[in-house]
């Protein structure tokens, strides 16, 4: 299957720890990448391959694999860090695919 | 630092072609997987194709039928025509450089153009 599974939306308290997760099958060939959309702009890679960070990302954003599902951690989350939040995978037949989303709220 | 610069028309008609191209500075296309990626208004991302730098193409399932993805390589450019469309696919559209290892993921982004079809 291409599909990729979020929940529509998840909160955290300022500071606080949050793991938003990111389930399909194609999770168990591939790890999942991360995308952080603020409105009005263009997503933001955060996160790809075994937990690797592109320059400029905060450390506190990491990432993990189990079975056929991808997690993306945020420990200690700040204002800044709400916004909606996508994972990519792709199948071993080629096409990628993104997760519906989840929007975070950080309280 | 690469950069990527959608540019097209931002009104088609239903049954129409929406065309876009993706203009590159600042790094070759060559290699990479150079794709399309498009978002309607309030709703999530979905993956249209890609190209490589080579020629070879992969699609969307649900909108193979009508999507073609093109490079000039000489330009460093890359292209997106949708055909028939319909207001459902109104989106904002976004051009981006993909990679693909142990994951597949986009590094780099166009600000993202907005195109209506409407009559």
Known sequence: SSELTQDPAVSVALGQTVRITCQGDSLRGYYASWYQQKPGQAPLLVIYSENNRPSGIPDRFSSSTLGNTGSLTITGAQAEDEADYYCVSRDRSGPWVFGGGTSLTVL | ?119
């Open chain 2, 1 to 119: 630092q690469v950069q990527l610069q959608e540019s097209g028309p931002g009104l088609v008609k239903p049954s129409e072609t929406l065309s876009l191209t993706c203009s590159v500075s600042g790094d070759s296309i060559s290699a990479y997987y150079w794709s399309w990626i498009r978002q309607p208004p309030g709703r999530g991302l979905e993956w249209i194709g890609y190209i490589f730098y080579s020629g070879s193409t992969n699609y969307n399932p649900s909108l193979k039928s009508r999507v073609t993805i093109s490079v000039d390589t000489s330009k460093n450019q890359f292209s997106l025509n949708l055909r028939s469309v319909t207001s459902a696919d109104t989106a904002f559209y976004y051009c981006a450089r993909g990679r693909l290892g142990d994951s597949c993921y986009f590094d780099s982004w166009g600000q993202g153009t907005l195109v209506a079809v409407s009559s």
